[in-house]
């Protein structure tokens, strides 16, 4: 049970950081294309890589690590949004733009 609150609370932290971020970073560009979520996963895939490298060289906690990985992390991190997005984009036909942020993400 103790597991599984530090990974809620590390979701719910991470999703609000992950709203925030994304404004943030979109709110820089004048541009339908999905800056903010393009980032928010990028830095998650980033700080996930950290988590798990910090690990092998010396052991995290495995509540640390579910907290920071599986949780802020997993919160973080959205692979809904990214499918969404490219959606609207294919949509809109902007179809390079599309396979761009496929191939970015990728």
Not at 42 to 65: D, H, S, Y
Not at 70 to 85: I, K
Request: aromatic share 18%; glycine share 12%.
């Amino acid at each position: 049970m103790k597991l599984m609150l530090l990974i809620g609370i590390g979701s719910f932290l991470g999703g609000i950081c992950r709203y925030l971020f994304a404004h943030f970073i979109q709110s820089k560009y004048f541009s339908d294309f999905p800056y903010g979520t393009l980032w928010v996963n990028i830095t998650g895939c980033f700080m996930i890589g950290l988590v798990f490298g910090l690990n092998a060289k010396a052991a995290i906690p495995v509540e640390w690590r579910l907290f920071l990985a599986t949780g802020f992390c997993g919160g973080f991190t959205t692979f809904s949004a990214f499918s969404n997005e490219t959606l609207a984009l294919l949509r809109d036909g902007q179809f390079w733009s599309a396979a761009l942020y496929v191939l970015l993400i990728m």
